[in-house]
T-cell receptor, first 113, second 114 residues
């Protein structure tokens, strides 16, 4: 069975600092990979996704992620944190296009002034 | 604009009452999902449906029921058998002729049982 782990349930960074949120998955086949962001009392919004092709994926709001098959990782980064980035971030995988989604437990990002 | 509409946004009910949460999508998606979210526990799958008039239990289906009579609608009933119904409920959809692979989410419904 596939699973997703996110290292650190809570990450704090200073405004302007690098954001790094970690995601590792276990899967016997190459998965499709997603990062979602959730603001309080709202639904999840897609930040970026990897399906096929280039392993470095750029998303909205300046975020990007790199699929590393050898490390079974899909870490999310942003060069310079903004106060508006404070939210909860979820990594997700699916083994079949558009189906069988598994979510990580989430990482809450705080941005300090 | 296309999207997923959940209602109500906030709902308060007394213990022992059944509650139905609405989810409507105009994305022409075939598959629809219900997730439950509790603090620190991420998203847990309650039920999903890949086609009209068919649905499957997810990981935490006990105490919940669903129907899928129309492609665009997938209501969730939280029954009195659900022991701890207070939570944030999210509806999502995906897959179909125009699928881009990801789940699309509604804005959520927060249920509080008093």
């Amino acid at each position: 069975a596939q699973s997703v782990t996110q290292l650190g349930s809570h990450v704090s960074v200073s405004e302007g600092a690098l954001v790094l949120l970690r995601c590792n998955y276990s899967s016997s086949v190459p998965p499709y990979l997603f990062w979602y962001v959730q603001y309080p009392n709202q639904g999840l919004q897609l930040l970026l996704k990897y399906t096929t092709g280039a392993t470095l994926v750029k998303g909205i709001n300046g975020f990007e992620a790199e699929f590393k098959k050898s490390e079974t990782s899909f870490h999310l980064t942003k060069p310079s944190a903004h106060m508006s980035d404070a939210a909860e971030y979820f990594c997700a995988v699916s083994l079949k296009y558009g189906q069988n989604f598994v979510f990580g437990p989430g990482t809450r990002l705080s941005v300090l002034p | 604009d296309g999207g997923i509409t959940q209602s109500p946004k906030y709902l308060f009910r007394k213990e022992g009452q059944n509650v139905t949460l609405s989810c409507e999508q105009n994305l022409n998606h075939d598959a629809m999902y219900w997730y439950r979210q509790d603090p620190g526990q991420g998203l847990r799958l309650i039920y999903y449906s890949q086609i009209v008039n068919d649905f499957q239990k997810g990981d935490i289906a006990e105490g919940y029921s669903v129907s899928r009579e129309k492609k665009e609608s997938f209501p969730l009933t939280v029954t009195s058998a659900q022991k701890n119904p207070t939570a944030f409920y999210l509806c999502a959809s995906t897959f179909g002729p125009e699928s881009t692979g990801e789940l699309f989410f509604g804005e959520g419904s927060r249920l509080t049982v008093l």
